[in-house]
């Protein structure tokens, strides 16, 4: 008998009004994790009831922003307390690499430390105006219940990237994780209440997109969506936000170039290459999934990416050995295959992969794909496929890269390698994505604030700007003047 996990409301495990369940499945090994309550609205006017009852809460509300910060730090330190648990948990979830969840495990702490550090430093300013006896002030203040919906890649990092800044800003939160990764989510909020967070400050109702993610976004008592997910989905989030004028930021989609040039450290390349696009067997949103290559170095670049490809050892990703480890579910896998027979049929060639690897599990694998004959204009250069398929292109100038790497309608990310530092300035201006990395690839901090340009997305995560995407700006104007008011009807000479 698999466990069976309700949602977490009010600081405590609540059956789902509906008591329905749904299945989740370790996709290595195909076997039942557990099950998760399968929520609907019912549950959603529940958590957000709770979590507005938690904002307005003395206990939350009138708690220092020094304090909260402390809170942060405690959860963080719990976090890591419970790294192996949480590392493992995630993995057999989404079957990430135990060695990749162990790594991220590590820097999660320190999201919620930087916020925590940042909780008391929620500041506005004094704004000078041509009033002399006026003071104008601006405050920021928290916004009220964050509805946060975060996808199954990185569920714990997606979701604290959220956590952590709108609850050091004074906030309260609903999350809906993804219904492939649930469990991670769960144990995040029961740490928070163990770290000392009211009760209610922090729900988590799982369940499907429709039923439970669906009402989140279209409830009344929310006041800001927090989203990372697909492009299709955020277009919806943001048509009902706009509707009741209230805020969101979104993470989405990409198709992001990795540009080497000619002059570039070519085997550090080839490295950036692979970890670009088979890492997390390419199953992130900052996958450098087109590959452009100066036709000098193409040869070369292909083969140093082909045969690191071809070596990569796929496998029970809770082995040290593995390299790479499954796709996410069953549709996943199905939507990278067909992909690949899609780019074959309009022209493609597949220098290796493109087929289920050799592998002893009967989970959902894919072997590190490579294709070859291929254009910009293709749908598997233009369709974000969130798998290990590499599209490898020539260039000739970097005029023709630049115009190529800007034609897309994605702009999550971009990497530029070349030694001309005159060069990767000039990208670096000129390409249209929130974050460049020259010489590397999928660097990342709490402290870097990431912005999608284009389909994307829309606001800011990490950094301290981030923070301010949880708080609304109040400008507050006292006269200090002791003169009567003056009639406003009384024209004055
Ligand atoms: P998805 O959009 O299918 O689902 C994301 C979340 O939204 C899930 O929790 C899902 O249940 C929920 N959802 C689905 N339909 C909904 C609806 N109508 N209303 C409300 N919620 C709904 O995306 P996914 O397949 O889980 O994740 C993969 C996508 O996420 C990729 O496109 C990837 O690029 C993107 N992503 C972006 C970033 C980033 O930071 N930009 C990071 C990771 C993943």
Redesign the pocket.
């Given at each position: 008998m698999s466990e069976r996990y309700d949602h977490f409301i009010g600081g405590r495990y609540a059956a789902p009004v509906g008591d329905e369940y749904f299945e989740s499945t370790n996709p290595a090994t195909l076997e039942i994790l557990y099950t998760a309550a399968r929520g609907t609205s019912a549950d959603i006017d529940a958590a957000v009831a709770a979590a507005d009852r938690a904002f307005h809460d003395p206990r939350w509300r009138d708690l220092s922003p020094t304090r909260r910060g402390h809170l942060l730090r405690r959860l963080g330190d719990l976090v890591g307390q419970h790294a192996e648990e949480l590392a493992r948990l995630e993995s057999e979830d989404n079957g990430k690499l135990l060695r990749e969840m162990r790594g991220q495990l590590i820097s999660l702490p320190e999201y919620l430390y930087y916020y925590a550090g940042l909780a008391d430093k929620v500041q506005g300013s004094q704004v000078p105006t041509n009033s002399v006896q006026m003071l104008n002030y601006t405050q920021r203040e928290a916004l009220g219940v964050v509805g946060a919906?975060?996808?199954?890649?990185?569920p714990l990092t997606?979701t604290t990237?959220k956590l952590a800044p709108a609850l050091a800003a004074g906030n309260t939160l609903v999350i809906?994780?993804?219904?492939?990764t649930s469990r991670t989510v769960l144990r995040l909020a029961e740490l928070a209440v163990e770290a000392g967070f009211p009760d209610g400050v922090i729900n988590v109702v799982t369940?499907?997109?429709?039923e439970?993610?669906?009402p989140?976004?279209d409830h009344p008592g929310i006041a800001k969506i927090s989203?990372?997910?697909?492009?299709?989905?955020?277009s919806?989030?943001a048509a009902s936000a706009a509707a009741r004028f209230i805020g969101c930021t979104l993470?989405?989609?990409?198709k992001s170039p990795n540009i080497v040039f000619g002059d570039a450290n070519i085997p550090n390349a080839a490295m950036g290459v692979v970890a670009g696009i088979f890492a997390a067997a390419g199953?992130?949103?900052?996958a450098g999934s087109r590959v452009f290559a100066h036709r000098s170095i193409y040869d070369e670049l292909l083969e140093r990416v082909a045969d690191r490809a071809r070596s990569i050892v796929i496998g029970d990703p809770l082995l040290d050995e593995t390299e790479l480890g499954p796709l996410a579910f069953a549709a996943?896998r199905d939507k990278v295959g067909s992909y690949v027979e899609l780019g074959v049929s309009e022209g493609a060639t597949v220098l290796t992969g493109g087929k289920r690897p050799d592998v002893d599990l009967p989970g959902y694998f894919y072997a590190p794909t490579v294709l070859t004959g291929v254009d910009n204009t293709m749908r598997v250069t233009r369709e974000?496929i969130?798998g290990p398929v590499a599209a490898i292109m020539p260039f000739d100038t970097e005029e023709e890269v630049l115009k190529l790497a800007n034609d897309t309608d994605y702009g999550?990310a971009a990497g530029v390698w070349t030694q001309n530092l005159a060069r990767a300035h000039r990208m670096s201006r000129q390409l249209e994505a929130g974050t460049i990395w020259v010489n590397t690839y999928r660097a990342m901090s709490p402290m870097s604030p990431?912005q999608?340009f284009k389909s994307?997305?829309v606001g800011i995560?990490h950094g301290l700007e981030s923070m301010h995407e949880y708080t609304r700006l109040k400008s507050i104007w006292i006269n200090t003047d002791e003169d009567p008011v003056a009639d406003p009807f009384v024209m004055r000479g």
């Open positions: 919906i975060t996808p199954w890649n990185s997606l990237s809906k994780p993804s219904e492939y369940g499907y997109g429709a439970a993610g669906a989140l976004v989203f990372t997910g697909s492009t299709a989905t955020g919806r989030i993470e989405l989609g990409g199953q992130t949103c900052i996943q974000e969130f999550l990431r999608g994307s997305g995560e």
